[in-house]
C-alpha cells in the first residue's frame, strides 16, 4: 500500500539528482504499471515538464527507431536494455545522437556492461538506481551530474533516508563498510504495508520501522551503495555464498554470450551448485558447455565455478527486465 505522500516525497527526494524539464524528451518503454515506469516514465518527467514518447511494448528495433525520430534525451531502462544497446548489431543502423544519458534500475547491473553501453554510444557513465515497490520506489542514485561515479554502484542516499547492512548470520548486528549483508531501509517513502497480510507486514517492516529489502549489499567509505543480489537467490555451496548475479556478469562479458542467467541446483552430493542458462550470439554456433564452464573457472574462486551449463533461446524475464528463476528452475 504506497500512500499519495509516499509517492510525492519520493519524487522530491529523486528530483535533485535526476533533473528534467521542458526539452527533455523521455522514452517511456516499461509498464506504468509497475512502479518503476509509474515513478521514473510518467510521474517523476511529467511532474517536471519534460515530455513522455510511450510505445506499447519493447521491440528493440521500434525502440531504436523511437529514439532516432522522436529525439529522444534520456531512458530509464533495466539491464536487459542496456545489454542490447552495448551489444546487439540493430544498435549501428539508427541515430541515438540525441541522447545525453542513460539510467538502469530494477536489476543488477555489471560495471563491465554498463561502460560498454556509454562507450559504444558516446555517453557519459551509465548511472544507476536503486529501490523496490515497497519505497515508492527510490532511496539510492547516482546523480546525473557526477561525472565519475564508481564503477558497479547503485548511488548514495536520497534525501530524508537513512540505511543499515545487516548481518546474514547474526540477526540485527549492523557491519561495517565493505561487508556484504541485508540492506534495511527506513524513510518517508517506506509503504503503509500489504493490503490484508499483516503478518507480512510485519516479517517486511519491525517494529522500529526499518524495512528489510532481501538484498544484499556493501557500502564504501564514501557512502556509494553496491548491491549483490537477493538474499534468497544466493547459492549456498559448503558454507560458501555464491551470488549468480555476479557469474552472471561474468558470462556476458564473453564475446560468444548475447545473454545469460545463473541458478543453484543440486548434484548427486546434495550440495548447492551454480547451473547456467546461456544464449549464444549468432556468431557463437560453436560455442560448447565446455566453452562456457572453462572460461568462468578462469575467473572465480573454485567454489563459484558453473558445473553445468544448458544453452537457450532466451532468458525469461519479467517485464521490469528482472530474470523469471523460478522458470529455470523448473527446467533444470
Not at 20 to 25: A, F, I, L, S, Y
Not at 37 to 61: E, I, K, S
Not at 159 to 175: H, N, Q
Not at 311 to 328: H, M, N, Q, W, Y
Request: proline share 8%; aromatic share 6%.
Amino acid at each position: 500500500m504506497l500512500t499519495h505522500r509516499s509517492i510525492a516525497t519520493n519524487l522530491a527526494q529523486l528530483a535533485p539528482t535526476m533533473p528534467m524539464g521542458p526539452g527533455d524528451r523521455i522514452l517511456a518503454v516499461l509498464p506504468f504499471f509497475h512502479i518503476y515506469g509509474l515513478t521514473a516514465l510518467m510521474n517523476a518527467p511529467l511532474r517536471q515538464g519534460a515530455t513522455v514518447v510511450v510505445l506499447p511494448r519493447f521491440d528493440l528495433h521500434g525502440f531504436l527507431a523511437a529514439i532516432e525520430k522522436q529525439r529522444i534525451t534520456g531512458l530509464y531502462v533495466a539491464p536487459p536494455i542496456v545489454l542490447a544497446l552495448a551489444k546487439h548489431p540493430a544498435v549501428e543502423g539508427y541515430d541515438l545522437s540525441s541522447l545525453k544519458y542513460i539510467i538502469s534500475a530494477a536489476a543488477p547491473l555489471d560495471a563491465e556492461l554498463a561502460s560498454a553501453c556509454s562507450r559504444r554510444l558516446g555517453l557519459p557513465p551509465v548511472c544507476q538506481a536503486y529501490g523496490m515497490t515497497e519505497l515508492s520506489p527510490g532511496t539510492h542514485v547516482v546523480p546525473l551530474a557526477c561525472e565519475n561515479p564508481p564503477p558497479g554502484s547503485v548511488g548514495k542516499l536520497i534525501a530524508g533516508t537513512e540505511m543499515r547492512i545487516l548481518s546474514l548470520d547474526e540477526p540485527g548486528k549492523d557491519l561495517d563498510v565493505g561487508e556484504r549483508g541485508e540492506i534495511a531501509i527506513r524513510g518517508p517513502q517506506v509503504m503503509k504495508g500489504y493490503l490484508g497480510r499483516p503478518d507480512a507486514t510485519t516479517a517486511m517492516i519491525d517494529e522500529d520501522g526499518w524495512l528489510h529489502t532481501g538484498d544484499v549489499g556493501h557500502v564504501d567509505a564514501d557512502g556509494w551503495l553496491y548491491v549483490v543480489d537477493r538474499v534468497k537467490e544466493l547459492i549456498k555451496y559448503k558454507g560458501f555464498q555464491v551470488a549468480p548475479a555476479e557469474l552472471e556478469a561474468l558470462l556476458l562479458a564473453h564475446p560468444g554470450i548475447a545473454d545469460a542467467a545463473v541458478i543453484g541446483v543440486y548434484d548427486s552430493d546434495h550440495n548447492e551448485v551454480p547451473h547456467a542458462y546461456v544464449v549464444r550470439q549468432p556468431t557463437a554456433t560453436d560455442l560448447t558447455e565446455d566453452d562456457v564452464i572453462a572460461y568462468v573457472a578462469e575467473r572465480v574462486a573454485p567454489y563459484k565455478k558453473i558445473r553445468h551449463v544448458d544453452f537457450i533461446e532466451g532468458v525469461p524475464r519479467a517485464t521490469s527486465g528482472k530474470i523469471l528463476r523460478r522458470e529455470l528452475r523448473e527446467r533444470a
